[in-house]
């Protein structure tokens, strides 16, 4: 069997993926599985919202899932036709496959996925590393967008490298060396500011189940999102060690004339 980059084991992935369904189980609402071919391979997607509504495609951040955002939606898929991208290298659903987070790759992907749906042009909405992803094609495929909404999204700031080992790089990695409750506690306490009695266990098994990626997201420049004219609306959070909250709002509003925060 062919070695997995995302995956420690055959094991690993089997564990993830039963963890998928259990997120979309979790939806009061319906939706569609479906999957399309990319120049990288295979990428799922689940559908939701009226069939005529504006098209919205949204990415969901690292060692998460469509099923996983979808679960954040509701209230947009009453207005929108949301098609919630599983993420080729982070999620299971997708091509086993890492696209380099620079250069136009990701926005091949991307590209390709709204092709495949028969999207011109769609509203796009990122987290966090689903808003490097659709930073990226702001900057290779700007004209793809409608309208721009990035949450907590990588790729504009960076935080503290120092504040970042201490409260998530370290205990993440006790954690996944010497497994415990009292070690997941720790690594929770630096990523989320409230607490769920399923995404905390899904973590938990997300860090010793993925080969984790430590490439660090380039910081997009003035020059790269010259093209991109389009209205956008970004979201910073003020704890947040990787992108603090006011330094990414600041960048974004320098780097995007038409952004609101």
Sequence with gaps: MTSSIMFESPE????????YERFRD??????????VATRFGATHLLVAGPEHAPPLVCLHGALASSAHLMGELGALVQRFRVHAVDVIGQSVKSADVRPRPDGPAYAEWLTDVLDALGLERA????????????LRMAEFAPARIDRLVLIVPGGLVMGSVWQGMVR??????????F??????????????STQDDVWIPYIGDALRSYRLDFRLPP???PETLAGFTRPALVFGADEDVQFPGAKLIARAKALMPRAET
Excluded: Q
């Design 26 to 35: 979790r939806l009061t609402f319906p939706t569609e599985s479906r999957e």
């Design 12 to 19: 690993a992935r089997a564990r993830i993926a039963a963890w």
């Design 123 to 134: 509203h796009l909405l990122g987290v966090s590393w689903g808003g490097l992803v659709a």
């Design 168 to 177: 998530v790089g370290i205990p993440m990695a006790l954690y996944r060396a």
């Design 179 to 192: 497994p415990s409750e009292k070690r997941l506690a720790r690594v929770a306490a630096g990523m989320f």
């Design 219 to 221: 910081l997009a420049k």
